[in-house]
């Protein structure tokens, strides 16, 4: 044991381990930082797009109803559709009579039920979904160059686990 210039003991503060239960608010502030991170960007870029002819075309909710179609890879109820996105029958109906009226979407015949037409999308509802789709890549690709593909690979696993998780 060594001894002070004051001839006793140097003082020692007892050594803390972290036990997960001290680590856990660390990790629930850290988590709430990067959904609110998560948010800013989505913000921003949604500002960045906002004055562009692809966006004034499209409301985010519109874009998202058309772009289900095209990952669904198949015709979709509005019932279905609400269910999809968690939302009310009649909001989606909303958005579907909306973009009827513009010529992105059509109604075809469901056999399987009479009065809930399937959704497809028209040609012209492609083109605005490509549109805006290419204004959208122009604005991330200069943001993307700014990190590598490995941290925007660890990024999305992560949002998509913090997501999942969220969901349960």
């Known amino acids: 044991m060594s001894i002070t210039a004051q001839g006793r003991p140097p003082e020692t503060k007892p050594r803390l381990r972290r036990t997960a239960a001290a680590q856990a608010p660390d990790a629930v502030e850290m988590a709430r930082q990067v959904i609110s991170e998560a948010e800013a960007l989505l913000a921003a870029q949604r500002r960045r797009l906002r004055g562009s002819a692809s966006a004034a075309a499209l409301g985010a909710a519109e874009r998202a109803l058309l772009e289900q179609l095209v990952v669904a890879d198949s015709l979709l109820t509005v019932p279905a559709l609400a269910r999809h996105k968690g939302v009310s029958r009649q909001s989606v109906q909303t958005l579907v009579d909306r973009l009827r009226s513009r010529g992105y979407l059509t109604p075809l015949r ?58 349960e």
């Open 110 to 167: 469901n056999p399987a039920h009479r009065r809930s037409p399937l959704l497809a999308l028209t040609e012209a509802g492609r083109q605005v979904l490509r549109d805006a789709r290419n204004q959208e890549a122009a604005a991330v690709s200069a943001v993307a160059s700014t990190v590598t593909p490995a941290e925007l690979e660890a990024a999305r696993d992560v949002l998509r686990r913090l997501r999942t998780k969220t969901s």
